[in-house]
Every structure is written in structure tokens, then in C-alpha cells.
């Protein structure tokens, strides 16, 4: 077989359009080559490979030469695994070490390649098939249903699941506008509107054990994250915001680890009362009741009376005017000032 080869390419000595040199280094390369060649097809190999237009600014010359040219002269046809049904003009399997190259048309390449050198591409590279979409339901187990709509929003009449398999847009509601890739069969989501960044909320019941439910008044966040999340139970983990109470308002931000939103502002009730004793207060009482309670700072409480501690010994009668302020540090009331007594 070898020596066949090595005859029919010395017969091609002497033809004007295949230098000697050419012939001499195919020969050698099969003798040094031990694979076995097997012919599956028509090949056409040109010996002096063809020449192309040179690219622009790459050489001074008109045109260059390729060292190899490899035509699919059989035409079309269909593989069953893959269903090309054109040809390639070069189908690369196995690990292959490539220099510079000027690629027109489609190639198919499979396995790993090393590619040393510039690439040069005259046609078209297609990753996937770019569209936008309509969540149908919220983003769950890293995938929703939505429509399939062309990049200018043109319905497709195409309904399927759109993939998060990174888990990156799990706050996406439904009616969420998106970017998706087509991978095989497969929608995958590179970018979607999500649930608001941030609320404006008014608290529909007191902070109790930082929490409260609220209704949502406003939402804002970024480029993507402005849908409306709808009411929230909003949390105070910091504990700031103990004594909110019904009916405050307040900001609080997303937080996409505990998905949930947490307090930054609210308002509170009000450290400070003037109000009236409840009774007289004699310096023997450790504490007593005021009520006609006005708040001087926050929100007022909804309580007709307060009750607050005499650490002072201070004596008063009845209705007498006192001042009582917030203790943090025992979360109670103390009697800052009373009026006294006729």
C-alpha cells in the first residue's frame, strides 16, 4: 500500500502545478507515520492547496497559498447522530495542533484543539439562538414556564421552560421580561427583572419579636430588580426597630440569602410623653399611672395610659403635669419631672 502511494505521488513530478518539494515532504510524512489510513469518502487533496484572496493588511501579495485543501466532493447528506444534511468542507476529530487560519464557510470541529496563531473567519459563528421571554409563574427550582418571543417582542407561539441553572434570578416573578439562550432544546435565562430592591412600607401591626406583616407603597431597585414584591412581612433583625408600631413607616431592602426584607428606617413610638397623674402620687409609690398622654418625639401610643416608675420619690396630686421618658437599657418609663403639689 505504502510503496502504491509512494509511486503515484513520483508520477506527479514534473506537472507544472505540484512542486517537487511538496511531493517529497508528503512521502516522508508517510513514512513516518504509523496510523493506519483508511479511505471513508471522496477526497480531493490539490497539491499546491489552493489560493485565496490575502487578508487585508497581512501581506503585500495579491494572493496566498494554502499548504492543504480539503473538499467534501460527495455533497449532501444526513447523519443520524448529528443530521448535517450540507457537508463540511473539514471535519476535525481528536486533539489537533493548529497554526494561523483563514476559515470560509462552515467547519465542524470535535475534541480539544490547539490553535496557535491568528483565526480568520469569513462567515457566520452561531453559540445559540438569542430570544426574549414572558415569565408565565414565578422563577421555582431554577426554571419557569413563559413565552417565547423574537428579540423585537414578536410573539413565536413557542410556550417552554426558561432555565436559572446558576440560581441567579430566583426572585424573578411572574410577568418577568427576559433574556434567554437556546442551547439544544433549552432556554437558558442570561438576564431577567426580578422582585424590587427595596419597599416603602406602612407596618399593619406592631414590631413583635422583629417582625411585623406591612402593606408595600412603593418599591424601587436596579436596572433589573423592579417588579412590585406585593405586602411583605418585613424583619428587624438588628432589633432598632422594636417599639415600631402599627401604622409606622418605614424602608427596608432586599436581602437575597434569607429572601426577605430587612428594616433599615422605620419610624418608632415616641420616647418622650407629657401627660397627667393618675391619682395623687406620694413619694412612697414606686410608681403610678399617667394617662392624657401627648408624644413629643415618634409615633404616639395607642394606649390610654401609661404606667411609669417614681425612682425619684417625687409626690404630686391628682392630674398633676409630669414628663416621663423611655429607659432603654430596662425597657420601661421613668418619671423625668411631676408638678408639685398645691
Request: with cysteine; aromatic share 8%.
Amino acid at each position: 500500500m505504502f510503496s502504491n502511494i509512494v509511486g503515484k505521488l513520483n508520477d506527479l513530478r514534473g506537472d507544472p502545478q505540484i512542486s517537487n518539494r511538496l511531493i517529497d515532504m508528503l512521502i516522508d510524512v508517510l513514512g513516518q507515520c504509523a496510523q493506519k489510513l483508511e479511505h471513508r469518502g471522496q477526497v480531493l487533496i490539490n497539491g499546491d492547496g489552493g489560493t485565496f484572496p490575502c487578508v487585508p493588511g497581512d501581506t503585500p501579495y495579491d494572493e496566498v497559498y494554502a499548504a492543504l485543501t480539503a473538499r467534501n466532493t460527495a455533497g449532501s447528506y444526513t447523519a443520524s447522530t448529528d443530521e448535517i444534511c450540507s457537508g463540511w468542507a473539514l471535519l476535525v476529530d481528536g486533539p489537533t495542533k493548529l497554526g494561523d487560519m483563514n476559515i470560509a464557510g462552515d467547519t465542524f470541529i470535535s475534541g480539544d484543539q490547539y490553535i496557535e496563531g491568528d483565526i480568520y473567519i469569513d462567515g457566520e459563528i452561531t453559540a445559540g439562538e438569542l430570544v426574549r421571554f414572558t415569565l408565565n409563574a414565578d422563577m421555582a427550582a431554577n426554571k419557569a414556564a413563559a413565552d417565547i418571543l423574537e428579540l423585537d417582542g414578536v410573539d413565536t407561539n413557542v410556550y417552554a421552560d426558561v432555565h436559572d441553572k446558576a440560581g441567579l434570578f430566583t426572585r424573578a416573578l411572574n410577568g418577568a421580561k427576559g433574556l434567554a439562550v437556546k442551547v439544544g432544546a433549552e432556554y437558558h435565562v442570561i438576564d431577567c427583572e426580578t422582585k424590587a430592591g427595596a419597599i416603602h412600607f406602612v407596618l399593619t401591626a406592631d414590631m413583635s419579636a422583629k417582625t411585623a406583616t406591612s402593606t408595600t407603597t412603593d418599591y424601587w431597585g436596579t436596572q433589573q430588580d423592579v417588579q412590585n414584591p406585593g405586602n411583605q412581612t418585613v424583619h428587624d433583625d438588628s432589633n432598632k426597630f422594636a417599639r415600631a408600631l402599627n401604622g409606622a413607616n418605614g424602608i427596608a431592602i432586599y436581602d437575597a440569602i434569607e429572601d426577605n426584607y430587612k428594616v433599615v428606617e422605620c419610624e418608632v413610638e415616641a420616647t418622650m410623653y407629657f401627660g397627667l397623674q393618675v391619682g395623687a402620687l406620694l413619694t412612697s409609690d414606686t410608681t403610678n399611672g399617667v394617662d392624657n398622654l401627648e408624644a413629643m418625639n415618634g409615633d404616639a401610643t395607642t394606649a390610654s395610659s401609661i404606667t411609669a416608675n417614681n425612682r425619684l420619690g417625687w409626690a404630686g396630686d391628682d392630674n398633676a403635669k409630669t414628663y416621663i421618658g423611655w429607659n432603654e437599657a430596662n425597657s420601661d418609663w421613668d418619671m423625668i419631672q411631676v408638678e408639685c403639689p398645691a
